[in-house]
């Protein structure tokens, strides 16, 4: 699969060596060589498989507009957007291509949430809870959209829209914890992240499976399918 990576940050650096080691041709961008999507147009996105974005909120819009226009598949692992989802969904919908996007590509993480959405209901039986999410000090949002997620699904099932502690320290990859409390026990459901290599890797197989679909999907509800 030849897949343009847009973003040669962190995360985009171990999804591009991630890529080349399962065998994708892999051609990068970051947001100096690609002001305003300046890059992303049909002829040079000809030959591409599928785009990853993994820039910046303020241009992950621009990025996923030119993807449209170009009718090309696009994962996208940049937060910070999520307030235009039904704007996205539409555009999606009416190129018909591929979308995949998620707060996380890791496999445990989307595994995390499915466990905190089991235990959530406990909040409707007189449990309160917090979440706190933990990363290294050059992260630049807060909180983290994988706490933002995890708050979205607990909501969900619960009916609670609990708080979000976010704490900066070290080189921390990432760390989230849910703690649900009652008066006489508590419930302490954690996901540490080891390095980024699981993100890289979920998100290179989120690419591989969305090549040649269309439509539009979050990871969380698709991680199941994705393959080794």
């Known amino acids: 699969m030849n897949l343009l990576v847009l973003g040669k940050g962190k995360m985009g650096s171990a999804v591009i060596e991630a890529a080349r080691a399962r065998g994708h041709q892999v051609e990068a961008h970051d947001e100096f060589d690609n002001p305003h999507a300046c890059l992303l147009t ?13 820039t910046w909120p303020s241009a992950v819009m621009e990025n996923i507009a030119a993807c449209v226009r170009a009718g090309k598949n696009l994962l996208v692992g940049t937060t910070g ?33 499915e466990i905190a ?19 290294h ?25 609990l708080p979000i502690e976010s ?14 409390d009652a008066a ?3 419930i302490v459901l954690c996901h540490t992240l080891k390095s980024r290599r699981a993100l890289a890797e979920g ?7 969305l090549h040649g ?16």
Do not use: C, M
């Not at 235009?84 to 445990?108: D, M």
């Not at 959405?117 to 990363?135: M, N, S």
């Not at 807060?142 to 099932?157: F, H, I």
């Open 42 to 54: 049909p002829e040079r996105l000809r030959q591409t498989g599928v785009v990853a974005d993994f």
């Open 81 to 113: 957007w999520y307030d235009k989802l039904p704007e996205v969904r539409a555009a999606v919908a009416q190129a018909e291509i591929g979308f995949l996007y998620g707060a996380n590509f890791s496999i445990g993480v989307n595994q995390f949430f």
């Open 117 to 135: 959405r089991a235990a959530a209901p406990v909040l409707r039986q007189g449990f309160t809870g917090y979440i706190k999410e933990t990363h």
């Open 137 to 161: 000090i050059h992260k630049k949002d807060a909180p983290s959209g994988t706490a933002v997620k995890l708050q979205a699904v607990v909501e969900q099932a619960g009916g609670v829209k």
């Open 167 to 180: 704490v900066r320290e070290g080189e921390v990859f990432g760390i989230h914890e849910l703690t649900l």
């Open 184 to 186: 006489g026990e508590v």
């Open 203 to 209: 998100a290179v197989r989120g690419a591989e499976w």
């Open 213 to 228: 679909k269309r439509g539009f999907y979050d990871f969380k509800d698709i991680f199941h399918e994705v393959a080794l």
